[in-house]
């Protein structure tokens, strides 16, 4: 079946409901950028999942904190503004900030930190 532009979807005007949620409190890693008592919040606005709902696209925002991370799926970020620290499992860690993109592979485990409250293009795929 071919696609027309009626069937691309455009992010700005492209209106979806926002998935609120917090990071379960035993993801929330301690003395990094929060401690056990900090609630993470997020708001996840999905605005495409293909007919297999294998691939999903959107805009993501977390506050300020660390969780710990187990990806089983392959995303690839935007980052459109704060910062995140990625911790691998062998304490190897990088920062991103506004304007970097990168992928994270399936199989990625570590730290995710937020340093700076951020907002993310994201697009996944998960098989």
Same mark, same amino acid.
């Given at each position: 079946?071919?696609?027309?532009?009626?069937?691309?979807?455009? $992010? =700005?005007?492209?209106?979806?409901?926002?998935?609120?949620?917090?990071?379960?409190?035993?993801?929330?890693?301690?003395?990094?950028?929060?401690? =056990?008592?900090?609630?993470?919040?997020?708001?996840?606005?999905?605005?495409?999942?293909?007919?297999?709902?294998?691939? $999903?696209?959107?805009?993501?925002?977390?506050?300020?904190?660390?969780?710990?991370?187990?990806?089983?799926?392959?995303?690839?970020?935007?980052?459109?503004?704060?910062?995140?620290?990625?911790?691998?499992?062998?304490?190897?860690?990088?920062? $991103?900030?506004?304007?970097?993109?990168?992928?994270?592979?399936?199989? $990625?485990?570590?730290?995710?930190?937020?340093?700076?409250?951020?907002?993310?293009?994201?697009?996944?795929?998960?098989?």
């Amino acid at each position: 079946m071919n696609k027309t532009i009626n069937d691309v979807i455009d $992010f =700005a005007t492209n209106k979806v409901e926002v998935e609120l949620s917090t990071v379960p409190q035993e993801r929330v890693v301690a003395g990094v950028a929060s401690d =056990a008592k900090t609630k993470i919040t997020m708001e996840t606005y999905n605005h495409y999942t293909d007919p297999t709902e294998h691939f $999903f696209a959107g805009i993501w925002h977390s506050s300020v904190g660390a969780k710990t991370v187990n990806y089983t799926e392959e995303e690839v970020c935007v980052i459109l503004e704060g910062r995140v620290r990625l911790t691998d499992i062998n304490g190897n860690a990088k920062e $991103f900030g506004a304007g970097s993109i990168f992928a994270l592979p399936a199989g $990625f485990k570590g730290t995710w930190e937020t340093v700076e409250a951020i907002k993310k293009v994201y697009v996944i795929w998960n098989n």
